[in-house]
């Protein structure tokens, strides 16, 4: 391989392991006086007991919902400002993390209502490097890599906002498997395959860099090998702590090369037919494998167990299927692509894919799907 120069950033302090979440009293006793958990409802006993445990934490903020809002951030920003916090501790999957990491994107300026904080979300004012606020990142699904980007995906009524900022990096995150044992299994498929599609669109992304590949490789090899036994034995515990570190690796991986063409056709997808996040970007993602075939994916193919890149795609297609995903634009319940396929290739993420799709070409991919 050629090694050229490149740039790998990454600040946060990374706690892997069954039971890491046992470390939180020590870690709040060396880094917090004044501490906030917002977690998932789902996970609110876990964080009653966290909170007995560990006299930094001063109270529990449950109420934020998938596809999280800046209602939520407003909510949670009233809260750590009221406790006078330094320390967020995001419990949950990508939507209550999201929602911490905006929140200390926004606390230095203390913007006290949603107008204030519609300029931030719109991007009118951009958000200070710094904060006086940690975020504690504790992931409860295996998926978004949210905590060890520099992501925040929250949306006002219909308008979800993907934007990225130094500042929303977690200080800190406690990756503990233990905790996505009760994801239930449509939901662990999906934020699996959130992770496979970042993994491979980190592969093939035209930022890729040989930290990245190792990582998306790695990543790939580990999603592979355990999704479904995740999906099918949510309570075995190995297939668990192989899909959190698979879901770890990818997020580090396009953490530095940004997602592809899957995650740019997820947002018309979200958007237009209401698919969870993961569902939208799997439902490209054999199309994608097809358009960006090269002799480097080929290789990844043979090294995470497939004996080309065709079987690969065919595996893709029977998870999503043994989960009741949809796969092909009949789902979708349409015919025609051509305004869906206008919006993909529209998508400022299109352009990090290593081919350009045309609006035909996408309309192309869509009908190919399933087929
Ligand atoms: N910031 C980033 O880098 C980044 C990357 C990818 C996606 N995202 C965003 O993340 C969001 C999706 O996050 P997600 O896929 O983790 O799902 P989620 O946080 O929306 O949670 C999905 C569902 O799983 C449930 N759940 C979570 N953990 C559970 C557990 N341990 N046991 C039982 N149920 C549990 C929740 O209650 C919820 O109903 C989307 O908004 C997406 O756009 C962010
Ligand atoms: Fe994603």
């Known amino acids: 391989m ?8 990454q600040n946060s302090c990374i706690h892997f ?3 890491s979440t046992k470390k939180m009293g020590d870690i709040l006793f060396k880094t917090s006086a004044s501490a906030i958990i917002a977690c998932d409802p789902f996970l609110k006993p876990f964080s009653l007991k966290l909170k007995e445990e560990c006299p930094q934490i001063k109270d529990i903020f449950s ?3 998938p596809n999280p809002q800046l209602t939520g951030v407003m909510k949670l920003l009233i809260l750590a400002s009221l406790h006078k916090c330094d320390t967020i501790i995001a419990i949950g999957g990508g939507s ?3 929602t911490a990491k905006f929140v200390k994107g926004v606390y230095s300026y203390k913007p006290m209502d949603i107008p204030e904080l519609l300029k931030f979300f719109r991007q009118e004012v951009p958000f200070n490097v710094t904060s006086p606020i940690k975020i504690i990142a504790v992931p409860s699904t295996a998926g978004t890599g949210a905590e060890v980007t520099s992501v ?3 949306s006002h009524g219909d308008i979800k906002n993907t934007i990225n900022s130094p500042v929303f990096l977690p200080d800190i995150c406690v990756i503990d498997p233990t905790l996505t044992l009760t994801v239930p299994p449509r939901v662990t498929m999906i934020t699996g395959l959130d992770a496979l599609s970042h993994a491979l669109e980190s592969f093939w992304n035209i930022n890729h860099q040989p930290i990245t590949d190792l990582l998306a490789k790695e990543a790939a090899k580990h999603i592979f090998s355990n999704l479904s036994n995740a999906y099918n034995e949510g309570r075995e515990l190995n297939s668990r702590i192989g899909m959190s ?3 770890l690796l990818a997020g580090l991986a396009f953490s530095q090369t940004r997602t592809a063409g899957c995650h740019a056709a997820s947002y018309p997808l979200s958007m237009i037919f209401h698919l969870a996040h993961g569902e939208a970007c799997a439902f490209t993602l054999a199309g994608f494998i097809r358009l960006n075939n090269d002799e480097r994916l080929e290789e990844l193919a043979r090294e995470v167990g497939f004996s080309d890149t065709n079987e690969m795609e065919n595996y893709v297609v029977s998870l999503q299927r043994i989960a009741g995903l949809k796969t092909t634009i009949e789902d979708l319940g349409i015919s025609d692509t051509y305004h869906l396929s206008k919006l993909c290739v529209e998508h400022p ?3 990090f894919n290593p081919v350009q799709p045309s609006v035909t070409d996408m309309q192309e991919l869509f009908k190919s799907l399933g087929k």
């Open 2 to 9: 050629n090694i050229d120069s490149f740039l790998y950033k």
């Open 17 to 19: 392991g069954v039971d």
């Open 63 to 65: 109420e934020i919902e």
């Open 96 to 98: 209550v993390m999201d």
């Open 152 to 154: 925040s995906v929250v």
């Open 245 to 247: 570190y698979g879901a």
């Open 349 to 351: 993420l299109m352009k």
